[in-house]
């Protein structure tokens, strides 16, 4: 008995290891957002977002080596939280994607997006926070976990808003260099695709729920 | 023909017997698709079950086939029902689709009531067709009204994978142990009807005949079984927890229904209890349950042919 507790809190741990690295960097790449906004980019902390990716994905493999370790597991549940591990793995890459374009990206924002981009990046960051809440909760609470769901589907909603709003201001500047216009826009369009790539991942998340008997 | 050759012709006959019926089985359906265990594992189980099923509890029987419904039955009549039963089984096993045994030898047994102009018990055919109809609307009926009581009171009440996981775990032990219990009778069941032919004839080693049985079913099983397991296993998704709900109701209603004497088909009720289940848990059918249907709408006349078509010469030659 107290060995299968041990394997379960293994696993568990595991998996909180992995959740808190993806949390991390993500929050991490939320102030270097807000430091662009704020015009004052500190490249170092970019690196650290970088970093957070590897640790997470050192992070990663312990987690599937301990849940591929357990041979009395259910192979359905055993696929199914390899899935939410690939895809969480997905929204750190994006961290650090976004972190490493940041690295490079030659200019300052616009004033006149200031507020929509912190508005999109709060966005970001609170779609994150609510994923890895969700894929916490599938462990214990799948109600408030489906609930979740919805939450995530409605800050996708707000954020395609300021996306756009961004987007119409920065099209407009027909004065302004094209290549900053162009990779302006590319920094508000990542943090969308980051954004809606956390809602397809909720949406896996729900059909896992409807999935099983329990629903 | 001297009487040592009859022998090896009549356990040729039994092995052919036993491998068509060890082939059609699909015991281990849920199993498989509950995913408890993989092929592998479970053939393993599947030729250890049989082996003592046929051991163990084969000697205790030995069925008189067409019982009941032809009159008069000879050594040429009892061997042709059991050959063109075999052959129909193997053929659909060949083609991965469960269908019930009794219906087939039924199908034989009519079949060769017409071609012999012998009087045939209408009524208990009668009978045999209502329940041949009833079984499936019975297993429809029985797991999707156990699911929704099951999902009502246990299953409904899961909250996140941890639960999930411990219920899972318990139900995948409970399943186990039924359908290892189920593999064993059955396996006993089946070698009473090839072996019933032989019983009696010459010296036999009655423990050497009913190795030879488990050895022949275990062979349908590897050879063939595992197609039809994997058929009747993906009609619909399953988890420890629906496969218990498919399958061990069927199994009590079976036990009942044999010990009241009624001709239920296993086969047919656990098809109908999986899409039963998949009705009541909305999950997706998967395709190709019309060939399973089809293929039960064959067997009568399909082994009622064969029956038609193997009698004059199995009569000649014995």
């Known amino acids: ?215 | 023909m001297a009487l040592s050759g009859i022998l090896i012709v009549f356990l040729v006959i039994v092995i052919i017997i036993a491998f068509g019926i060890g082939g059609n089985d699909e015991t281990f359906a849920g199993i498989y698709g509950s995913r408890i265990l993989n092929m592998k594992q479970i053939m393993i189980l599947a030729t250890i079950f049989a082996i003592a099923g046929a051991l163990l509890l084969g000697e205790a029987v030995s069925k008189t086939v067409g019982k009941g419904i032809l009159v008069n039955l000879d050594d040429a009549i009892v061997i042709t029902i059991l050959i063109s039963t075999s052959i129909w089984l193997i053929l659909s096993s060949a083609l991965q689709l469960p269908i019930s045994t009794t219906h087939a030898t039924i199908g034989a047994v009519i079949g060769l009531g017409i071609t012999l102009n012998a009087s045939l018990d209408w009524f208990k055919i009668i009978e045999l067709s209502i329940w041949w109809i009833l079984s499936p609307i019975i297993g429809y009926i029985v797991s999707f009204l156990f699911f929704k009581l099951m999902h009502a009171y246990k299953v409904k009440h899961l909250n996140g994978f941890q639960s999930l996981e411990k219920n899972e775990k318990a139900f995948t032990y409970i399943v186990l142990i039924v359908i290892c219990i189920t593999a064993f009778s059955r396996a006993g069941n089946d070698c009473s009807n090839a072996v019933g032919i032989v019983v009696g004839i010459g010296d036999f080693q009655i423990n050497l005949l009913l190795l030879i049985t488990g050895l022949s079913l275990a062979g349908g099983l590897l050879v063939l079984g595992r197609g039809v397991i994997k058929s009747v296993g993906r009609i619909t998704e399953l988890y420890p927890s629906t496969a218990f709900t498919a399958q061990i109701p069927i199994a009590v209603i079976l036990f009942v229904g044999t010990a009241l004497g009624i001709p239920l088909s296993g086969s047919h009720m656990l098809v109908a209890s999986l899409v039963g289940l998949s009705k009541a848990n909305h999950t997706p059918i998967k395709k190709g349950l019309w060939k399973i249907v089809l293929i039960w709408f064959l067997t009568f006349p399909m082994a009622g042919l064969l029956a038609f078509l193997l009698y004059f010469p199995i009569n000649a030659a014995i």
């Open chain 1, 1 to 215: 008995m107290k060995f299968k507790k041990d394997k379960r809190s293994k696993l568990l741990n595991a998996a909180k290891d992995f959740h808190t690295e993806v949390l991390k960097g993500s929050d991490l790449l939320h102030e270097c957002i807000n430091d662009l906004i704020d015009r004052k980019l500190n490249k170092n902390k970019l690196e650290e977002v970088i970093q957070c990716e590897q640790k997470a994905d050192q992070a990663k493999e312990n987690y599937i080596n301990i849940l591929y370790k357990d041979k009395r597991a259910l192979p359905f549940l055993v696929e199914d939280r390899y899935r939410m591990i690939k895809y969480l793995d997905i929204v750190s890459d994006n961290s650090e994607e976004l972190a490493r374009g940041l690295k490079v990206y030659p200019y300052e924002l616009f004033d006149d997006i200031k507020s929509d981009m912190k508005t999109i990046n709060d966005l970001y960051q609170e779609t994150i926070e609510s994923l890895v809440e969700m894929v916490n909760l599938m462990e214990m609470d799948f109600k408030t976990a489906y609930q979740k769901s919805f939450h995530i589907e409605t800050l996708k909603r707000s954020a395609r808003e300021a996306k756009y709003k961004i987007l119409g201001l920065i099209y407009q500047k027909l004065q302004e260099k094209s290549l900053r216009v162009y990779l302006t826009s590319k920094i508000c369009i990542k943090i969308f695709d980051m954004i809606v790539r956390a809602e397809e991942i909720s949406d896996f998340l729900r059909s896992l729920i409807v999935k099983y008997p329990s629903k």
